[in-house]
């Protein structure tokens, strides 16, 4: 579990009952979130390992480099930050848990503890390819890193190299290219993912970033399946790629 706590206190019984049948190994590396009680956190989820620092921008300069045009540039520049770094934290987490358990993962997936998620989750044989939620991006221009999953080496070579590209990307004034082309978020994961050949195919779960500050009701609920069916129809039947 990566990313910003936010409406996490809405979401956990959601969440447990979706990954209930795996019994996963549960990580958490987040941030610091006054709304959000670390205690609950670690009652609901009974985290193998719990990572939570404050957050400072400065933190990620190590790994995505110091400010630059795109932190000016785009807003979504400090979310990356924050989302990679946590990225790159979670490469010397496994390794430490396998190390102390003598067990090496087969699986890793990534999710986000602010996500409604109402479907439950089964996972495929990866065969090489990693497997990204499909419900809200643009897959021409992006890649979910909201919710996805591979076999351990290839999540983790992901989470130890999406770092160095975007530094190196960011090193270099690309403010011209475009919105849809910016090196941030999804759209630099997706540019990422094609850089190095990293074969994707893509699932429909019912999931959706939960940002109000409540409950989700049944409506809430209702649209996010109907938004599933739609997204489906759209990708898997008419076979259009947005």
């Known amino acids: 579990l990566v990313g910003q706590m936010r409406t996490a206190k809405y979401l956990y019984n959601d969440i447990l009952s979706a990954f209930s049948k795996l019994n996963p190994t549960v990580v958490i590396s ?18 193998a390992y719990i990572d939570i620092e404050k957050y400072h921008k400065s933190l990620t300069f190590s790994e995505v480099g110091p400010e630059c045009w795109v932190d000016d540039f785009a807003i979504e520049a400090e979310s990356t930050r924050a989302m990679w770094y946590k990225f790159g934290r979670c490469v010397n987490i496994v390794k430490e848990l396998e ?8 699986t890793i997936v990534k999710f986000r503890v602010d996500i409604m998620l109402l479907s439950k989750v089964s996972i495929k044989k990866s065969d090489g390819y990693i497997f990204f939620e499909n419900t809200g991006s643009d897959v021409r ?18 989470f130890r190299e999406i770092c160095p590209y975007t530094k190196n990307r960011w090193s270099v004034n690309q403010s011209h290219v475009g919105h849809q082309l910016l090196p941030v978020g999804e759209r630099v ?6 850089y190095k050949a990293i074969k994707a195919r893509f699932f429909f779960p019912a999931v959706k970033i939960w940002r109000f500050e409540r409950y989700p009701n049944t409506w809430d609920k209702l649209s996010v399946h109907l938004n599933r069916a739609k997204r489906y129809f759209k990708r898997v039947v008419l076979r259009f790629d947005y």
């Open 99 to 106: 190390e102390n358990s003598g067990v090496k993962f087969e």
């Open 189 to 194: 994961f997706k540019q990422f993912i094609e």
């Open 30 to 47: 987040t941030w610091e979130d006054d709304n959000v009680s670390i205690d609950k956190l670690v009652n609901y989820y009974n985290p």
């Open 141 to 158: 221009f992006q890649r979910s890193d909201r919710f996805f999953y591979g076999d351990r080496d290839l999540m983790l070579s992901i």
